[in-house]
């Protein structure tokens, strides 16, 4: 073999080695893009696990559940309540006797006081044996309770006649009630609606408490009585949406009421929808309420129909059904920077939030916008306005600029540019409380609405019937409007029975929502 030949030779032989070498680089690279994408997506699943386990055993918000704070801090004041008792001397306990007396107020005006004199027997001076005048007297005053009592309402109903006319019998008419020749009165059926819709106590538990002090109710007929008074205020309870859509700005949120199916022997899935005014924040006139409404389903059609006709400011989630509202123009859509928060807080690694830099970041950005709703809550609609457009515009400004060069810096299919794709997205409605001073920067108002919905689900599992869910809807709407307008819900509801069995005109409704009582007595720290 001559040199040539040979040069040519070692020649290939290096062509193929360099060709070998580039295939044994692009096999590794694409090992290693293998081995990013498994990593990437095991954190993936590995998110939506925690998500799972934080959604089924923890707070589904991304603050500690206030209610699961406080049982926690009943149990440490219950241990040293118990430890003061044990440990203290006789001289340390007077003296805490005699700071509580000093720290406890009063109780409230409105209470009924029943006076006890505890007096001395003797009222002769045991130095002298003169007698005794009165300087004064120390005056305490004590928390008492008498347990729920029944009692039975006797009406008799006198018969007169004529002497003369034989057939003449005079008598005074029967009382109207609710439920015709039935045992309740107003009131027992008004505590009965409000214990199962405000305090969340099922009929079958409510059957157990009655028959342990020896009246024995069925649950069904608790049922009976609870569903005839939901049919008499679904006027009301209608009556109440429409004052809610004639505002200029609503929240609107939804949840899960779960309605028995007995043909397929289990549950579907239904929604009750929110939608609430409060308009205390910026000292709006109009006094707050909410009003549920039932749907079989979560169509996106289900807010058209309980919105038709309204025009205005509607603050929600992200959800298409209220996008669909915005089509005409006469809906203009404010979203909840909670809702976005809670995307990048998922991702947060909170023992090592230097593994999530992007997420942390995001999370103090967004918390700067609240910290300015901090200071102007409360203030004229004009002046939050102000204050937004000179400190939260500017902040805005660079979060979409942050936001932006940060998307381009990450895998698109990850869920932080998912999370960043969300805020993006919906930026307009994001933006546009610095443009009104009615709009909040959250919808925390109709969420805290909702809240007292899960505990009656949680409580009672499911509604018996679709009409069960909608009576559900319609005493809970009038029963929470009262506690946001400070009126107190049994008193309301036994009222407002009594006055339209006894015929309250239809055209005057307004008098019997719930704001237009007077509010309860004021409650006093005890």
Not at 113 to 125: F, H, M
Not at 496 to 502: F, G, H, M, S
Request: charged share 30%; hydrophobic share 40%; aromatic share 6%.
């Amino acid at each position: 073999m001559d040199a040539e030949a040979l040069w040519e030779l070692l020649q290939a032989e290096r062509a193929r080695h360099a060709a070998d070498l580039a295939e044994r680089d692009r096999k590794i690279a694409a090992h290693e893009d293998a081995r990013a994408a498994d990593h990437e997506e095991i954190a993936r699943l590995s998110r939506i696990i925690r998500d799972l386990q934080r959604t089924t055993f923890g707070a589904r918000s991304e603050k500690l559940d206030p209610d699961q704070l406080a049982l926690a801090l009943e149990e440490l004041e219950q241990e040293l309540a118990s430890a003061e008792l044990r440990l203290s001397t006789p001289t340390e306990k007077a003296a805490n006797a005699a700071k509580r007396r000093a720290n406890r107020g009063s109780l409230p005006a409105h209470l009924q006081r029943v006076e006890q004199v505890i007096d001395i027997e003797d009222k002769t001076c045991p130095c002298c044996a003169g007698a005794l005048h009165r300087i004064g007297e120390d005056v305490a005053e004590r928390l008492d309770v008498i347990p729920a009592t029944f009692r039975a309402l006797v009406i008799r109903r006198p018969k007169y006649g004529c002497r003369a006319c034989e057939e003449v019998v005079v008598q005074a008419p029967a009382p109207t009630r609710l439920i015709e020749g039935g045992l309740p009165t107003e009131a027992t059926i008004a505590h009965v609606v409000v214990a199962k819709y405000a305090d969340h106590t099922p009929l079958y538990r409510q059957a157990q408490m009655y028959a342990r002090r020896g009246v024995v109710l069925d649950r069904s007929t608790l049922a009976h009585w609870t569903g005839t008074a939901a049919e008499l205020l679904k006027p009301l309870h209608a009556r109440l949406l429409e004052k809610l859509k004639a505002s200029g700005k609503l929240f609107a949120d939804e949840t899960r009421a779960p309605v028995l199916d007995p043909g397929r022997g289990r549950t579907k899935l239904g929604q009750l929808w929110a939608y609430a005014r409060d308009d205390r924040p910026w000292g709006g006139p109009a006094p707050p309420g909410v009003a549920f409404v039932y749907a079989g389903d979560r169509a996106t059609s289900s807010p058209a129909q309980h919105l038709a006709g309204y025009r205005g400011v509607l603050q929600t989630d992200g959800y298409s059904a209220y996008k669909a509202l915005a089509k005409g123009g006469a809906v203009e859509l404010a979203f909840c920077w909670t809702h976005a928060r809670r995307y990048f807080h998922k991702l947060l690694d909170e023992k090592k939030p230097t593994k999530t830099p992007i997420a942390a970041e995001a999370i103090a950005r967004i918390q700067q916008l609240y910290a300015i709703e901090e200071e102007i809550r409360g203030r004229s609609a004009d002046d939050r306005r102000a204050v937004r457009q000179a400190k939260s515009v500017p902040i805005l400004a660079d979060l979409k600029t942050w936001l932006g060069a940060r998307v381009e810096l990450i895998s698109q299919k990850s869920d932080l540019a998912k999370a960043i794709r969300y805020v993006l997205t919906h930026w307009e409605g994001l933006n546009r409380f610095v443009n009104d001073g009615r709009i909040e920067l959250d919808t925390n108002t109709v969420e805290r609405a909702i809240r007292p919905l899960a505990l009656t689900r949680k409580n009672s599992l499911f509604a018996g019937s679709e009409g069960g869910a909608e009576h559900w809807a319609v005493l809970a709407s009038l029963i929470a409007t009262c506690k946001l307008n400070d009126v107190e819900p049994q008193a309301y509801i036994e009222d407002v029975i009594t006055k339209l069995v006894n015929g309250h005109l239809q055209s005057r409704l307004d008098e019997l929502l719930p704001w237009a009582y007077a509010p309860k007595p004021a409650a006093v720290a005890a």
